[in-house]
């Protein structure tokens, strides 16, 4: 597993507002909801999501079904994209199944390329040790997501509390269903929660589910996916975030 080793940021001055709205989204939050591949690491840093996908189309049209994605979902080179297109014609049924595992074993060979986001690590033990709870709520494999934990040493800053995709396809996010059986299991409000995420349907999921939502955007791209999709707050390090968790400790 790649080390957690000091990496490049980009380099952001926050305005005192920015930083009081951050000091208060956690200071507000009891329970943190977490998406894994993006704000705990970069799973795919070194084994392509883009060819990934293109393997899953190739194995469709192996067995004579090429005709179930359109031109548009075969060129999203996004794994998730070619497995909800699949779903949608065909819910619920065996090829799902064989499908969701072929794309399971390959995030569980990533998890040992996959890169550490910068301070999420300490930014985990930090927040577990001042009492809060965590929850990974997250479209990959719940398999994958606690090997690679396992690995960082961390898996029991979440346990028992790691939802993530099952073959219920529709469940993926957006819809909030992972994270209200976070909320749900933990018995919390989802006013006293706080949602991590880096892509838009992370925002969309936590605003069905009434959960704050802070966004980490690792360059100048993803945050302005988030900013047009409507996130008010968000950060380019989780530096601030734990310069603010360990301030309030």
């Known amino acids: ?8 940021e980009p380099v952001t001055e926050e305005t005192e507002d920015e930083t009081e709205e951050l000091r208060n989204l956690i200071r507000r939050a009891r329970v943190v909801l977490w998406d894994f591949d993006g704000p705990i690491c970069r799973l795919f840093a070194g084994h392509s999501a883009e060819r990934v996908a293109t393997d899953l189309a190739r194995w469709l049209e192996s067995r004579g079904l090429h005709g179930l994605l359109t031109r548009e979902e075969r060129d999203s080179l996004d794994p998730h994209v070619v497995l909800r297109a699949v779903d949608r014609r065909h819910p619920g049924s065996d090829l799902v199944a064989e499908l969701e595992e072929r794309l399971t074993q390959e995030e569980l060979r990533a998890t ?10 300490p930014l985990i033990r930090t927040w577990t040790a001042v009492g809060s709870r965590l929850a990974i709520t997250t479209n990959n494999s719940p398999r994958v997501v606690r090997e690679y934990l396992a690995g960082r040493g961390l898996v029991d800053c979440f346990t028992p509390h790691i939802y993530g995709r099952s073959q219920d396809l529709h469940h993926l996010k957006p819809d909030p269903h992972c994270l209200n059986r976070a909320l749900n299991a933990m018995g919390a409000a989802p006013g006293a929660a706080l949602m991590i995420g880096d892509t838009p349907s992370d925002l969309l999921a936590a605003n069905r589910a009434g959960v704050p ?16 999709a409507g996130a008010t707050r968000t950060v380019r390090s989780l530096r601030s975030v734990l310069r603010q968790v360990r301030a309030q400790a």
Request: charged share 30%.
């Open 112 to 121: 040992g390329s996959a890169m550490p986001t910068a301070y999420a690590d």
């Open 213 to 228: 939502f802070l966004g980490y955007a690792r360059n100048e791209r993803k945050e302005k996916l988030l900013r047009e």
């Open 1 to 8: 597993m790649t080390s957690d080793a000091t990496r490049t």
